[in-house]
């Protein structure tokens, strides 16, 4: 496989995948929201926190409904976690109860920014490496840190676009260009995107899949938000295949001037 998502088939580590379109499962104003979301969107691959894994109010708990969809893979993911040593242990935690090997690895101790931990992160990542899991660290566009993450392991790197919940695109398109040009695992835009448009644009960029959950969860119809995005990583993804056009510092007509006009 092209490691940047040349292929037609999308894996990670030993998966694979028919979709591009990687969900979250926070802020859905309900369960049955965020399962038509999901059944819009063609997704086969969800992320959910730990601390929605809650059997004894079913309000709170989104694992029920996650763990009855067909041909959806839950990933667990680390989010709240302060620490290496919390990461971990969250981890092992989902991976017992999904009995899935993917985690997705978030440590962002400043609940005021989010920002992502890269040392928590990094040591995070070589012990969850370690104990067989599959790993897709969540983390800021460093094109070094991406690259110690790849050497250590993990089966892809998911560097944010903006901020988690911003809304505010792809901001880091420059130093995504680095990540891009230099991994040689999937790249996976995680966090920032507002718009159908900016994830076609990741995917054109050469990303080998993005993760959505803000744009789609407080859209006014999330259902048909999580349809519109999925459109429109399928067509960015097709129109890298296809192979787009170089940009020219000059005009060039499409219908050159003909010889009986020019002699005439």
Not at 13 to 27: A, H, N, P, V
């Given at each position: ?11 990670i ?15 859905f ?20 926190a ?9 309000e ?15 990933m667990p993911n ?33 609940q ?49 676009g903006?901020?988690?919940g ?18 040689c695992?999937?790249?996976?835009l ?11 644009k ?23 938000m ?12 097709q ?21 009986f006009?020019?002699?005439?």
């Open positions: 496989m092209d490691m940047q998502g040349g292929s037609e088939i999308f894996k580590g030993e998966y694979t995948f028919k979709s591009r379109l990687i969900l979250g499962t926070g802020k104003s309900s369960a049955t929201a965020m399962v038509d979301a999901i059944h819009a969107s063609g997704s086969n691959l969800v992320t959910v730990l601390r929605r894994f809650n059997t004894e109010y079913a709170d708990d989104l694992y029920g409904p996650l763990a009855s969809m067909k041909g959806v893979m839950l680390t989010s709240g976690a302060r620490n290496a040593v919390e990461a971990v242990k969250a981890a092992l935690l989902g991976r017992e109860l999904t009995g899935s090997r993917m985690v997705k690895l978030e440590i962002h101790p400043n005021q920014h989010l920002m992502p931990d890269p040392i928590e992160t990094y040591a995070a990542a070589k012990e969850l490496v370690a104990q067989g899991f599959v790993v897709m660290p969540y983390i800021a566009a460093d094109p070094v840190l991406a690259k110690r993450l790849e050497d250590v392991g993990c089966a892809s790197v998911m560097p944010l903006s901020a988690i911003s809304g505010q695109g792809l901001q880091t398109s420059g130093m995504l260009s680095i990540i891009l040009r230099e991994s695992v999937p790249v996976i995680d966090a920032g995107l507002r718009s159908p448009s900016e994830a076609a990741a995917m054109e960029m050469g990303c080998s899949a993005v993760l959505v959950n803000s744009a789609i969860a407080v859209a006014d119809n999330p259902a048909e999580a349809a519109a995005f999925a459109k429109a990583v399928a067509a960015g993804f129109a890298r295949i296809a192979g787009i056009m170089s940009p020219s510092e000059r005009a060039s007509g499409t219908s050159p001037l003909t010889s006009l020019s002699n005439g």
